[in-house]
């Protein structure tokens, strides 16, 4: 599929790309499921840690170059050869807060991923039924193959009242527990 370019637009105007017909033939709809999926993909937790690799990369040569630069530069001015900073040497501490700004980043994604994985496995091993995201009415005949998503939000919240009638419960049970001590 063919991207026209931008077009040219004063300054301060948002640049708009203008509109293509949407796909006439069913070929070239499959063909553009494929990048609609690549978009999609975009948002994922995994790929923005893989975006985040390279500048990770980056950072790290950086924070080693800028600490040999020091390093040399102090070995030089404890010998003696160099009096004082004649050349101003980046900073260290600058490029090492960055490198651990970017070492957060794909800790806090991977965490988002594991947890995404551990809720997906709840879900299927708690609620085994499909949900059905784009339906909000029941079909006549599918009563129970799948759940609405209306159907899924109330079975979620029953769940959730139980198991906060349950925490309630423990937490009273071990109150008196500890009140008879």
Same mark, same amino acid.
């Given at each position: /599929?063919?991207?026209?370019? $931008?077009?040219?637009? %004063?300054?301060? *105007?948002?640049?708009?790309?203008?509109?293509?017909?949407?796909?006439?033939?069913? #070929?070239?709809?499959?063909? $553009?499921?494929?990048?609609? #999926?690549?978009? #999609?993909?975009? !948002?994922? =937790?995994?790929?923005?840690?893989?975006?985040?690799? @390279?500048?990770?990369?980056?950072?790290? @040569?950086?924070?080693?170059?800028?600490?040999?630069?020091?390093?040399?530069?102090?070995?030089?001015?404890?010998? %003696?050869?160099?009096?004082?900073?004649?050349?101003?040497?980046?900073? !260290?501490?600058? =490029? /090492?807060?960055?490198?651990?700004?970017?070492?957060?980043?794909?800790?806090?994604?991977?965490?988002?991923?594991?947890?995404?994985?551990?809720? %997906?496995?709840?879900?299927?091993?708690?609620?085994?039924?499909? *949900? @059905?995201?784009?339906?909000?009415?029941?079909?006549?005949?599918?009563?129970?193959?799948?759940?609405?998503?209306?159907?899924?939000?109330?079975? *979620?919240?029953?769940?959730?009242? !139980? @198991?906060?009638?349950?925490?309630?419960?423990? $937490?009273?049970?071990?109150? =008196?527990?500890?009140?008879?001590?």
């Amino acid at each position: /599929m063919n991207i026209p370019p $931008m077009q040219q637009q %004063g300054p301060g *105007v948002i640049p708009q790309v203008p509109q293509q017909p949407g796909p006439g033939t069913p #070929q070239q709809a499959q063909q $553009m499921q494929p990048q609609i #999926q690549q978009a #999609q993909e975009k !948002f994922d =937790n995994i790929s923005k840690v893989k975006s985040l690799i @390279a500048p990770l990369r980056e950072s790290l @040569a950086l924070t080693l170059k800028t600490a040999a630069q020091t390093l040399h530069q102090n070995s030089l001015v404890d010998v %003696g050869s160099l009096k004082g900073v004649d050349v101003p040497v980046p900073r !260290f501490d600058r =490029n /090492m807060e960055e490198f651990y700004s970017i070492c957060d980043q794909i800790e806090l994604h991977l965490k988002t991923s594991i947890e995404c994985l551990a809720q %997906g496995a709840a879900s299927q091993r708690y609620l085994s039924l499909p *949900v @059905a995201l784009t339906r909000t009415d029941p079909l006549p005949n599918q009563e129970g193959a799948a759940l609405t998503y209306p159907q899924y939000l109330a079975t *979620v919240r029953s769940q959730v009242g !139980f @198991a906060k009638e349950v925490h309630d419960m423990l $937490m009273g049970a071990a109150q =008196n527990v500890s009140s008879g001590e």
